[in-house]
């Protein structure tokens, strides 16, 4: 009876506590219940203010940038993963620390030349003051990456050894042989070239990420707090062609380099596509080295001299006034029309209609083109409209200009303007422009819209490809069109272009000489041209080239000054076609990319002795050795692989050299 009393009174002394206990949580649970209520509806905007706002963020995770390719596909320019290394000293356990810190610093000592005192001094100082977010180093590449996240503490990781990792990308140039004026760039403000023509395709669009707040000035990323994935961007193939593309510029810097010239442009178009082979705009610069950092030959407006005669004529041609049986006497050269002296360079007496080209004769062009279109001048202006030559191009590259002729309606005009337009003058006109008409008539007629776009491709698929765009579908009667490409074929074989005339290879072409900025004091200014496409009896590619400014006491015309470059990429890329690629050049390799970029090396041959120009730039070397009398003969692009003599062997003037390029 005793141990049941006991009993009894135990378990009501429990109850009572555990009814207490009970009465407790219940309290502190209603409390808890009204604490969330009142913040829910009170304070919320307060909290967000004084703790989540000051405390996290969300930032801009960037996407990478899409790859731009040569028609090849080569790389042009691609976007590379640069990796930063931040130290979080505060993970790091004192005993970790200690025991593994001299390893570390002999580590990083080895990598970054630096002395271990001069890092332990570092790290001492931030694990004293407990640095969660330490800028250890930035910019690091993946094998750079790779090799320092192995090192002593830093290979326990983030959360026990404070290794911190944050990616970025980087826009880097992946060949030479393509300047940053064509390539071009896109920053977020300024677009120009490649870059800036493509970027809706190559820009892929941003995720976002939470950061969370470190001390002031510091934020750190939350790795598994990612609000919004990145989607990259799409991979552009330009029409761009590379072998042309280098055979081109080694062809312009090497005329530019003897002539002393300012500047030069070459365009290289394939005839029955409009796809922009090769564009090439050099410059001299204040070390009298060529850089590609201005494209000419879409932003400046230039009065072209006596390429435009082609123009003149075949508007003639097409409306019946002139054929094979016109002739012109353009007397002793010298013509006086609406008080304008006008003159020749080339003799004089009577020319047929394919002398008047053939010789680049001002007074035949003028003669004619007043003769049928003085009183209406609006005829001959009609077929320029026609032939887009007073609108601005539709293309993708930004910057183009609009040309500019002088019309009746301008107050510019007078009654000489129409003679001075036929030849070249009282008009501006873009090179791109110009190279599209000479591509018309080689392709027959049909004039297309130059294409720097080939194709664009995502994961592999190919999300569009490019087809011909007919700008005019025929410029004038077929009949003309055919004595226009026999007049032109008969400029170089027996006219102003007969210097690079080869019974090896057919060409049609029109050279340029033209003045500008006469009125001003001082020494004449020259632009030499030479515009034409090349077999002329089946045209494969349309090439112009127009060189600026070259020194007039070695030469000035288009004929000695320009052709001979038309001439070398009609022979290295036709004659030599088909000349393929090695596959091997075609497969992307992880390399330094910034290590293609360098500084021109001067090469030098000393008593007669071949040097070693292994590992140099194809691009730099060639037009060096054939300035100094030798034949190169080359293959490839990009770094000289092999070469042939080899360094040391005695050579001699005209002597062929044989180099093998690679990427």
């Known amino acids: 009876m005793q141990k049941q009393n006991e009993y009894d009174n135990k378990r009501k002394k429990t109850l009572r506590w555990g009814y207490l206990f009970a009465v407790v949580a219940l309290c502190v649970f209603v409390m808890f219940l009204a604490r969330i209520v009142i913040l829910q509806n009170t304070n919320v905007q307060e909290i967000k203010d004084d703790y989540i706002n000051k405390n996290y963020r969300e930032a801009t995770l960037k996407a990478a940038r899409g790859n731009l390719f040569a028609s090849d596909g080569s790389i042009l320019a691609t976007t590379v993963m640069r990796y930063d290394i931040y130290l979080d000293f505060k993970t790091m356990k004192d005993t970790v620390y200690s025991n593994n810190i001299g390893a570390l610093t002999d580590s990083l000592s080895k990598m970054f030349g630096k002395s271990r005192g001069e890092f332990r001094q570092k790290f001492d100082e931030q694990k004293k003051k407990k640095n969660q977010y330490y800028t250890l180093v930035k910019g690091l590449d993946f094998d750079q990456y790779d090799r320092i996240r192995k090192f002593p503490i830093f290979k326990r990781g983030k959360n026990k050894g404070g290794f911190i990792v944050d990616r970025n990308y980087k826009r880097e140039l992946a060949t030479s042989e393509i300047g940053a004026g064509t390539i071009g760039m896109d920053n977020g403000e300024l677009r120009s070239g490649l870059e800036g023509a493509f970027s809706k395709y190559l820009t892929g669009t941003d995720g976002k990420r939470l950061e969370q707040r470190i001390n002031s000035s510091q934020w750190k990323p939350i790795d598994f707090w990612k609000v919004q994935e990145p989607v990259d961007g799409e991979d552009v193939y330009t029409t761009l062609d590379l072998r042309i593309q280098d055979i081109a510029h080694s062809a312009l810097e090497k005329q530019l380099i003897h002539f002393e010239a300012k500047h030069g442009t070459v365009i290289v178009m394939e005839v029955e596509t409009g796809k922009v082979r090769a564009l090439v705009n050099l410059r001299r610069t ?53 008080k304008q002296r006008i003159s020749d360079g080339h003799g ?21 083109i007043t003769k049928y279109y003085a009183e209406k001048p609006q005829i001959f202006l009609d077929h320029l409209k026609r032939w887009k030559l007073f609108d601005k191009m539709d293309i993708e590259l930004p910057g183009i200009t609009k040309p500019k002729i002088v019309t009746p309606q301008n107050k510019r005009w007078n009654a000489a303007t129409l003679a001075s337009i036929s030849y070249g003058y009282s008009s501006n006109v873009n090179l791109l422009q110009l190279t599209t008409f000479y591509n018309g008539v080689a392709n027959g007629g049909k004039m297309l819209k130059p294409l720097f776009i080939d194709k664009i491709m995502k994961d592999g698929k190919v999300m569009y490809s490019a087809k011909p765009e007919v700008m005019v579908n025929k410029m004038a009667s077929e ?13 170089v074989e027996k006219g102003t272009g007969r210097s690079i005339f080869t019974p090896n290879l057919k060409m049609a072409g029109k050279t340029g000489t033209a003045r500008f900025e006469y009125w001003l004091p001082g020494p004449m200014k020259y632009r030499a041209s030479f515009a034409g496409f090349y077999p002329a009896d089946a045209p494969k590619y349309t090439c112009y080239v127009m060189i600026s400014e070259p020194n007039t ?17 009609a022979g290295k890329t036709f004659l030599k076609t088909p000349q393929n690629i090695e596959k091997e050049m075609l497969v992307d390799k992880k390399v330094n990319l910034s290590k293609m970029v360098e500084p021109n090396v001067k090469v030098a041959v000393n008593d007669k002795q071949m040097p070693n120009v292994v590992g140099l730039i194809g691009k730099n070397v060639i037009p060096q050795l054939e300035n100094l009398g030798y034949r190169v003969d080359y293959k490839g692009v990009g770094r000289i692989k092999e070469q042939f003599p080899l360094e040391g062997t005695t050579i001699s003037k005209n002597q062929r050299i044989y180099l093998s390029l690679q990427n």
């Open 553 to 569: 006491s070695i030469g000035f015309y288009g004929g000695p000054v320009s052709a001979p470059v038309f001439k070398e990429i």
């Open 479 to 491: 009949k003309a069109i055919k004595m226009m490409t026999s007049a032109l074929t008969k400029a």
């Open 286 to 338: 204040d070390s009298g080295d060529y850089e590609d950092s201005y494209n000419y030959a879409l932003k400046d407006n230039i009065e072209p001299g006596s390429t435009f005669k082609t123009i003149s004529l075949l508007a003639a041609m097409d409306d019946g006034f002139i054929d094979e049986n016109t002739t012109v006497n353009v007397g002793n050269g010298v013509w006086t029309y609406a």
């Open 348 to 368: 004089g007496g009577t020319y047929d209609i394919s002398d008047v080209l053939a010789k680049s004769s001002n007074v035949g062009t003028a003669k004619l």
